[in-house]
């Protein structure tokens, strides 16, 4: 079809520029149109080039916007992985302050502020269901002779190797924490004196294997214990208070020994 267009437009030409026939009559409309069908074709290929360009231009504009649109992406995604990690340093920062704020430094135990915690749950629990529990206290004997002979380095490892003996023989459910210096609290929930008695008996002759070397001396302790269980309408730190009376009781009577705490004691 284009062949036979171009030999169409070269025929025209060419009758055109023949000089016979500038006295035919169609000559001057022929060549007007002739004019006419080139000026259309000048803005027909005009227009052409015009779209041609507007398509480059709006297909560029096309890929620009999907390159800022990938590269957004990709900074979305960097941003993602950055609030991830935050979120994980936050959750194990909260973590460690948690472990910080309720377990002991030097053992790695329960602290105090733990022992509080798990006290206030079990007496909520015995006020609730009537389920009553034991706390027992215990202390290492003569700990200042290790301390002033040996010196507090010694002292502190006997200490954690103590609390590594505890917390293996309590049972699951029981807690065992430092209470302070050398004094150490074991929580039994559910728990009768008798049944009490028989764990921290238990603990008593592991804590009797203990041996912590200095040198070429083997150092070995013993713990005097006391244990009280609560009473109902007892608040947990009376409880407490019975033990701890039980404990100076075994301490008064040689030490190396568990007592359990009348329910009259104050």
């Known amino acids: 079809m284009i062949r036979d267009r171009t030999a169409l437009e070269e025929r025209i030409a060419s009758l055109l520029e023949a000089p016979a026939q500038a006295e035919n009559p169609l000559y001057e409309p022929l060549s007007q149109l002739w004019e006419a069908h080139h000026d259309m074709m000048r803005r027909i290929d005009r227009i052409s080039r015009i779209s041609d360009a507007y398509q480059s231009i709006a297909k560029q504009r096309e890929m620009s916007l999907a390159e800022r649109l990938e590269k957004q992406l990709r900074q979305l995604e960097k941003v993602a992985r950055i609030s991830d990690r935050y979120q994980q340093m936050m959750h194990d920062l909260n973590k460690a302050l948690r472990q910080a704020s309720t ?14 915690e798990r006290l206030k749950e079990e007496a909520d629990r015995n006020k609730r269901y009537g389920r009553s529990f034991s706390i027992a206290m215990l202390d290492v004997d003569l700990f200042k002779r290790i301390n002033d002979q040996h010196g507090h380095d010694v002292g502190d490892r006997m200490l954690v190797e103590l609390a590594s003996v505890l917390e293996t023989e309590v049972r699951e459910q029981d807690l065992c924490g430092r209470w302070g210096g050398e004094e150490f609290l074991i929580l039994l929930p559910e728990t009768d004196l008798d049944a009490a008695q028989q764990v921290i008996e238990r603990v008593r002759e592991r804590v009797r294997e203990l041996t912590v070397r200095v040198d070429t001396e083997l150092l070995m302790v013993t713990v005097s214990a006391g244990i009280a269980q609560q009473i109902p309408g007892e608040s947990y730190s009376r409880t407490i208070s019975r033990a701890d009376l039980a404990l100076l009781q075994a301490k008064r009577l040689g030490r190396d020994r568990c007592e359990l705490a009348s329910e009259t004691a104050v």
């Open 103 to 116: 377990h002991d430094a030097l053992t790695g135990i329960a602290n105090r502020r733990l022992l509080g």
